[in-house]
């Protein structure tokens, strides 16, 4: 089994200078150590030292491919890309935003955006874990659980698909199997999933039926509110029969983006496309004249709640560019201002050498 080892890998390994180098995948992130397997046997591991002072290096996620000495990992090598958000607690008000990153996953093919038809259903929410898989240069797919419990679920797919341009909407009833079998394309041998979803989307019920067995605890919804507790706590890289990969995530209680990115203008096309017959190349569709996006919105032509949901992803992703480059050029400027410190050490120790002792 191949884990989902790439040429993209190899060609990594190739360039380090090293005597044939331990290379594993990890499988699963606990608190102070990480599960990482070489294909055969599974190893608990620890960073080293080095990496843990290292400022710009990269620390390891699930879904991650790793060098390791002993059982100690060393190295994590370049992503294809990554899944993360803002840490929880971040939303709220623009200058509230997250301040840290938190690393779902790493190295995707797919990600699986798991959705109950129950109290969990909603369409702005989706929008913005779309948008969330988009930044991050993932491909997303809509699961939409507990098809049992709705009388029309095919009303709900057509909602759905009018908000996610082309992106894969699939029905599925855990309890019953049905629908399982569509998801099978994408967990071919080799091909890396992840699951995002609220607590008590049905997440852990839908990996053991992938999985054809139970291995992740699954626990009850409340009638009362449509939430479930966090049955899973830990992110995991599980292999399923058909060769493919889950890495089940805990639930999110909020989806604050890190990453800026395209996935802005790939959820609201329609959008896009109207902004283009704007009378200003820079109109912000919020109250200038000649806004072919308002004039949508007056006609029927767009929802005013997508507008809504466009502005207000659309302010944060800006926020979040903004802070980002600043944190960059402060950094910059410390680096620079460490430089110059050392330029006028050296200059004064060569205008005033140490004197000889007689």
Known sequence: MSYGWEPFFQDQVTLIEEEEPTIGRVVGVRKNSFLVTDGNTEILATVSGKMLHMADGLFPAAG??????ESMITRVLLRKNILSRGASGGRGK??????????IAANLDTVFIVCGLDQDFNLRRIERYVTLVYNCGAQPVIVLTKADLHDSPAHIVCEVESIVFGVPVHVVSAQEST?????GQYVADGKTIAMLGSSGAGKSTLLNRLAGGEVQRTGAVSSAVGKGRHTTTTRDLIVLPQG??????PGVREIAFWDSGDGLSDVFPEIERFAQECRFGDCTHLAEPGCRVLDAVATGELQASRLDSYHKMKRELEYQELR???SADRAEKERWKDVSLK????KKARRYPARKLL
């Open 64 to 69: 991650d491919w790793v060098m390791l000495y």
């Open 94 to 103: 623009l200058d509230a935003a997250a301040y840290k990153q938190q690393v």
């Open 179 to 183: 629908g399982i079998v569509s998801l």
């Open 244 to 249: 493919g990969m889950v890495i089940d995530n």
């Open 324 to 326: 980002h480059n600043t």
């Open 343 to 346: 330029v006028k050490a050296i």
